[in-house]
């Protein structure tokens, strides 16, 4: 890149180094910006007949492609791109998803090039209209070889992010209670209703029944059928493992358990079971407290058909320290 001062009635094209005020203080022109005709008419009429520009040499990018170029490769999914000023590109979700990205290649780019890329956390809930991520390159120019190196990364290990599109999810419940499976209910309807709406959705189906693994099993069999995207088990006790009534019911439901015991505090009893594609979740003390739990980091995934392993759970500790 290289920085000279010109004459203003030349300065078609070129790029502004530095911002230029008006007479009376108020901003005229931005750093970055690429000076119009209409822009060196107004810049004339301002009294100025200098002016402190860049230029491209050969080799480089300009940083509003570069930033482009990124933005386009990172990602895939529910998302548009809208160039923002400074050497900015703006992923912005188009509809509610949750948000899934790879931290370890996240990483790599932002260590080795002159863009760097910040998004919002993995697995987070975005709505439509929210920012997700954005894509700075260094002022005004990218060396080509840089660039290209980072987009054959990102087209042999991407994409960095996924906006995975939260589409009519429908959510089971089943409460669950030593004595009485309404006893359950009455406890935390309230707040499992609070949670869920906090993500955009409610539950489609919901029954109650005693905590013995023959009625859970049955229970979760009726619950079952319709396919829901997610079952979430609400019991008033605290779970021993896989081996308690509703691991048991969870195995003779046909179900596989994926993980018992998560690294977040609230919510490290998290018992996550697939039946098929059909996750399970049972976190008892989670429904209690409207506060934020594990059930919150992981129902936006889940409600976006993603199968979160056992892995990616053990993963949360990280973060995992709530409150």
Known sequence: MKAQTIDVHIATG?????????????KLLAKGHVISDEDIRVLESEGLDKIWVTELEEGEIGEDEAVCTVAGEMACGSFEIRLAAGGRANLMATENCCVLVDDDLLKQINCASSVVIATTPNFSLANAGQRI??????PFAVARDQL??????????GPILQA??????????????????????????????QRLERHGVAANFALACVEDEPTVSRALQHLLR????????ASTTAPAGPEDAVG?????????????????????????AYKDDVPIVSAPGCFRSAKPNVVDLILPALLARYHLSGWEVACLGHGGLLG
């Open 14 to 26: 070129r790029v502004l180094c530095c911002t230029v005020f008006r007479s009376n203080g108020r």
């Open 133 to 138: 991520a954005t894509v700075k390159s260094a």
């Open 148 to 157: 290209d190196a980072v987009v054959s990364i990102l087209k042999e290990r």
């Open 164 to 193: 995975r599109p939260i589409r009519n999810p429908v959510v089971a419940v089943l409460y669950t209670d030593l004595t009485a499976g309404d006893r359950a209910r009455q406890l935390f309807e309230t707040i499992m209703r």
């Open 226 to 233: 319709p396919r829901p995207t997610v079952i979430l088990v």
């Open 248 to 272: 048991q019911a969870i195995s003779r439901s046909g179900g596989q358990i994926e993980r018992f015991l998560a690294p977040v505090e609230p919510g490290n009893l998290l018992l996550l």
